[in-house]
């Protein structure tokens, strides 16, 4: 009987996300933040293929200097983009943030070029943002943790 119960278990389980998929205690656990998990073929998050963020969209508020890297179909060094983060919910005293960034060269899984966009303006504990790209919602979703 024991058995057949770890079995059940182990196949229970078994769509479970990967260890770093999702953090155990998120921004998603406790304000209801459903961040982008949608990948492309090379592993860009990404909602419709034209703009994603290399690497999570989840960040925890103590990693405030780190870099989140946006990539946009079609950009060329020089290129600048408007990004507005637009809060979901209320985990942050901002409702929005807004700042300009340069196309600067970085490899990624979509070419050369990346928007190096930075957590600290918007690294409020538990809080979610809407990511727009001069003006246009990307769809992707962005949380931070504690």
């Known amino acids: 009987m024991r058995l057949l119960v770890l079995?059940?278990?182990?196949?229970?389980c078994s769509g479970v996300a990967e260890a770093?998929?999702?953090p155990t205690t998120s921004a998603g656990a406790s304000s209801g933040c459903h961040w982008t998990r949608t990948t492309d073929a090379s592993g860009v998050m990404t909602t419709d293929g034209l703009v994603g963020i290399v690497g999570p969209t989840y960040a925890s508020s103590s990693a405030v200097n780190d870099l989140l890297l946006m990539v946009r179909r079609g950009v060329v060094l020089g290129d600048r983009v408007t990004v507005r983060f637009q809060q979901l919910g209320a985990g942050a005293p901002a409702t929005w943030v807004e700042y300009s960034v340069a196309a600067s060269e970085r490899k990624t899984p979509w070419?050369?070029?990346?928007?190096?966009?930075?957590v600290k303006p918007i690294g409020f504990p538990n809080s979610c943002w809407r990511v727009l790209v001069d003006g246009s919602d990307?769809?992707?979703?962005?949380a931070i943790g504690p």
């Open 7 to 12: 079995g059940i278990l182990v196949i229970a």
């Open 20 to 22: 770093g998929d999702r």
């Open 111 to 118: 070419g050369d070029l990346a928007f190096p966009l930075g």
């Open 138 to 142: 990307s769809g992707i979703i962005l």
